[in-house]
């Protein structure tokens, strides 16, 4: 009887060891683009799940009860960087009491530090002056080819935890990007026509994204980074578009429009709810989606606006 009990038992600690050496990694990323891109690189040899939603801003995530769960569990966190999580991630790492994923540790990648990053202040600014953008622009992950180097990234840190699986790495990295390759020639040549073209956008999110595709970024709705619109500013900024015939003002979704639209009405100028992120809007669910729905949806409002 007690044999029959415990036979079960002593099989499945038996199989305990096979089953973890085939175990898929379990990977945690701060943003919804990071998730997009380890999924590419990954494939069933991780597990990935995003703690932000890709509708929300990511400097101000809602930390849920959950997270801190997720993180104890997991055999690497990768992170945006340049500080763009500073204002939720940080205690919930200290929470989760996985020594693994502690900033310096194993498995922890910080995907910045072999991105190409634009805008890093040549004076020292700080969080405190209200700006969110202390150590150089954070939404690097907006240009293809830094969407390349995040994922070559996270080939070399998945093989470096799970080397049984390098070469599953290897070449899913290597087939993204020739994707990549390809639809960045699509996307060059759908944008080409309206290089240089004007817009004003609400948070300083599109700095590598303008610069891969040609987009002349000439203000901003937030009169800092993380600052809410002011009188002043709002009006400083029309007189300027208006000088300008600035005629795209481009909102990321978890902004309130009411300035955007009161901008738009004194200039006319027409607002696009733009996702910066994968998950922004419910059509993007891949990092290919993010630029194809983005471009069309830009290279349909120069048409209809004759934005120049
Ligand atoms: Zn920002």
């Known amino acids: ?10 099989l499945a600690f038996a199989l305990v060891p096979s089953s973890q050496a085939n175990a898929a990694l379990n990977v945690i990323t701060a943003t919804e683009d990071l998730a997009a891109i380890a999924r590419e690189i990954g494939g069933d040899k991780v597990k990935v799940e995003s703690l932000a939603r890709g509708y929300q801003d990511p400097h101000f995530v809602e930390a849920k009860p959950s997270f801190v769960l997720k993180l104890h569990r997991a055999d690497l966190l990768i992170v945006i960087g340049r500080e763009l999580e500073i204002g939720w ?6 929470q989760s009491r996985n020594a693994k994923i502690q ?22 600014i700080t969080r405190a002056m209200g700006d969110v953008h202390p150590l150089g622009n954070p939404h690097y992950w ?18 470096e935890l799970q080397p049984a699986d390098a070469a599953v790495f290897a070449a899913r990295y290597g087939d993204f990007d020739k994707r990549l390759a390809a639809a960045e020639q699509r996307w060059k040549a759908i944008i080409a ?12 999110s599109w700095p590598n994204f303008a610069v891969a595709f040609g987009i002349n970024v000439v203000g901003f709705v937030e009169p800092k980074p993380g600052i809410p619109p002011s009188p002043s500013h709002t009006i400083a900024l029309i007189q300027d578009m208006k000088r300008q015939n600035v005629k795209l003002i481009l909102v990321e979704p978890y902004f309130d429009l009411k300035t955007p639209k009161r901008v738009a009405a004194g200039t006319d100028a027409q607002v696009l709810v733009m996702p ?15 630029f194809d729905y983005d471009l069309k949806l830009l290279v349909d409002a120069i048409k209809q606006t004759g934005a120049r």
């Open 276 to 290: 910066p992120s994968v998950g922004g809007v419910e059509p993007v669910k891949t990092y290919f989606d993010l």
């Open 1 to 10: 009887m007690i044999q029959n009990i415990l036979l079960p038992l002593v």
């Open 103 to 124: 900033p310096g540790g194993q498995g922890y990648l910080d995907a910045s530090l072999n991105a190409h990053i634009l805008e890093i202040p040549t004076v020292q």
């Open 142 to 159: 907006l240009s293809p080819e830094n969407g390349r180097r995040i994922a070559q990234a996270m080939k070399q840190k998945f093989s």
């Open 193 to 204: 026509p309206y290089t240089g073209v004007k817009v004003v956008t609400y948070h300083n």
């Open 89 to 94: 991630l940080p205690p919930l790492i200290t």
